[in-house]
């Protein structure tokens, strides 16, 4: 059987979908957040820079965070010629972002043992399933978001460069990312 239909069942699902969410909120605060320190302040024009899943998240990425565990953020106006440093410095940004997503997981697997020290009894299977698919979640969203395609955040290296007829039809970029990604788990994952 396939393992991206053989493992959807609603407990999991939730866990994705919940830890997913928090994983893909701050990683586009954290590129906002790169964008606007290394100069480009678009980002924060656009309303990227907060904790707000609504200017992050689309549905294509939260389906991909359900059916592939792995997500991206809808990608952002980021600028070689607002960031400083041009191309360098989009690498940097994307860099920044995708480095402090993967360390967001480090934390998190560090301090779990304090947390579920703290944490009830009758929620400490929860709590420690969600800290788990979280700490996967982030290693994943990090590593995925490496590659420069379609709404993934390496592509904010090339978006700038693409001639104007790709970067036109940027709202087929989402649902072709969750077509990449599934088949991706499929044959890879």
Known sequence: MIPLISELYPSRMALDASAGLV?????????????K???DNGP?????LTL????????????GMVLANVAWVKPMDIRPGDIGRGFWGIGIAVASALLATFMLGRVVAASR??????????LLQGTQ??????????????????????ALT???????????????HARWSSPLTLAFVCALEIWVW
Not at 44 to 48: A, E, M, N, P, Q
Not at 154 to 168: D, E, K, Q, S
């Open 113 to 122: 043992p304090i947390i579920l020290a703290l944490t009830p009894p009758d």
């Open 44 to 48: 924060t024009y656009d309303g990227r």
């Open 154 to 168: 390496g592509a904010h290296l090339l978006r700038p460069y693409l001639p104007g007829f790709i970067t036109a």
């Open 129 to 150: 399933a969600w800290f788990a698919t979280f700490v996967l979640l982030s290693d994943r969203v990090a590593l995925i978001n490496l590659l420069p395609i379609f």
């Open 52 to 63: 707000d899943p609504t200017p992050h998240v689309d549905v294509f990425s939260l389906l």
């Open 23 to 35: 994983v893909i909120v701050l990683h586009g605060y954290f590129l906002a957040l790169a964008a």
């Open 37 to 39: 320190l290394l100069g």
